[in-house]
């Protein structure tokens, strides 16, 4: 199984350096971006498309790293809570266990209802 991802992520990889090396002429053409407001116009200086496209590829990493954080922030502090709330009610449990160890199992017996056979 190891050989297999090994070999598909070769593939992959080819497979990805043939696409840039067939559109090196698409990637490196100049772009500019222009924002024309009616009180306000913002025009780019030009930028090869493939920067920009590996710029926009990390922004996407950061984001959904943001994304993943915020859910593992998240489900650590519901672990948090349910540790928390384990301990009371173990806590409880001791405390009824005791309870029960010094009235006795003839208290037990006699708080237990009764079912008509």
Do not use: C
Not at 38 to 49: A, D, I, K, N, V
Not at 71 to 86: A, E, F, I, K, V
Request: proline share 3%.
């Amino acid at each position: 199984m190891r050989y297999f991802k090994l070999i598909l992520a070769a593939l992959a990889a080819l497979l990805g350096f043939l696409l840039i090396r067939q559109n090196m002429d698409v990637l490196t053409q100049e772009l500019q971006f222009r924002l024309n407001l009616y009180f306000w116009t913002f025009e780019s200086s030009g930028h090869q498309l493939w920067i920009l496209l590996v710029f926009f590829l990390f922004v996407g990493f950061f984001v959904t790293g943001l994304y993943s954080l915020m859910g593992l922030l998240r489900m650590r502090r519901t672990n948090h809570q349910l540790h928390h709330d384990l301990e009371v009610l173990r806590k409880e449990l001791q405390v009824m266990q005791a309870q029960a160890a010094r009235t006795g199992p003839e208290a037990e017996e006699s708080a237990a209802p009764q079912s008509p056979v």
